[in-house]
């Protein structure tokens, strides 16, 4: 079995189930998944001890039908957390922090909204949690993304010891049995699916 070639079947048939969704139907989710968020930290004191001690938060900013989380990060600031979004120069990626998204982000690599390049970049070690965005996930922590690698590049940097918590989020079309995965791809933590 070839994992890339499957990973590419797997991104063409969710890209063409997300693109059904209305813009409407994103905005709920987008308010939905910070209650998953908040349920979610009341069944597990692991998610919470981390969220209490966390002082930054990476973030992004959806496309294509990907599941939003501005109303997630919206929660985050108003509990004192700093956000930080993905900026893509070449191969690499960086987290710069963002107050107001509508302002700070504008059109960058591949169309994704991303910090203006006077943005300041946060030291890698200094982030606590990542929301994360996938094409697939499995209950393992498998993950399928875009195909450019660069979450995967920015994690594996990291002593494996400091990494942050990783939560993949998603809706319920987007979590799998198992995903195919490289020796490359680093799992996620946690799934918050929708």
Known sequence: ???????????????ARRGQISSDELRLMDEELVLCFKERMEQEKKLMNVFKKASVIAVYKAVGGELPCDALASFFRQEGKRTVYPRV??????????????????????????PRTEATAVDDEEIDIVIMPGIAFDMDGGRV???????????????????????????DFQLFPKVPTCTTDIPVDMILCL
């Not at 191969?91 to 991303?114: K, V």
């Not at 993304?145 to 990494?163: C, I, M, T, V």
């Open 1 to 15: 079995m070839d994992p890339i070639a499957d990973k590419a079947g797997i991104r063409q048939m969710i890209r």
């Open 145 to 171: 993304g875009q195909g450019k690698g660069f979450y995967d590049r920015w994690l594996a940097k990291l002593p494996s010891d400091s990494r942050p918590l990783l939560i993949g989020v998603c809706m």
């Open 89 to 114: 120069k070449k191969n690499n990626m960086s987290f710069c922090e963002i107050s107001d998204p509508d302002w700070e982000l504008i059109p960058g690599s591949f169309g994704i909204p991303e």
